[in-house]
C-alpha cells in the first residue's frame, strides 16, 4: 500500500489535532504538567481571558485530557483545580518535543531556554523517536530548568 492511497479520514493527526490542536490546549497542559492547575493561577500565568480559559478547559475535560477538581480554601467559595489524566501525559513527549524544537530553532538569544533535567541521574531529557524496548523517562521524575539565554 503507498502512503498517498491512505484517506484522510483514516489519519491519525489529523483526529490528534482535533483534539488538540486549538490554541491554549497545548500551553494549557504545559502549565498542569508543572503543577499549575488552579484556575486562578493558569489565567494570571497565561495571560488569557477567564472567558477563553473556561471554554478551553472545559473542552480538554470532555477530552479526557484533564480532571477537575474542586477545593476550598478556608472562607472562600468552592474553586476547581486541573489535573492532567493518563491521556494527556502521553502527549508529554509531544510537547516536550515542541518545546525543544522552539529552544532549537525559534529562540531570541537573548532569551532563557528550559531544560529538562532527570532528577535521579542530572542528566539532560530529549524528546527523541526511539525503538519500543528504550525505557521512557518517567514525567513524575523531569524538572524543569531554566537556563542562562
Known sequence: MEWTSVDLADCPVIRALDVVGQRWTLVVLREVYNDVGR???LQRHLGISPSVLSRRLA???DAG???REE???EGRRPRHAYRATAKAWDLYPVVVGLMQWGDRHLRDGDRPAVALVD???GRRV???VVTDDVPACDPAEIDAVVTAA
Open 39 to 41: 484556575f486562578e493561577d
Open 59 to 61: 473542552e480538554m475535560v
Open 65 to 67: 485530557l484533564l480532571e
Open 71 to 73: 477545593y476550598r480554601e
Open 119 to 121: 532528577r535521579r541521574t
Open 126 to 128: 530529549v524528546a527523541a
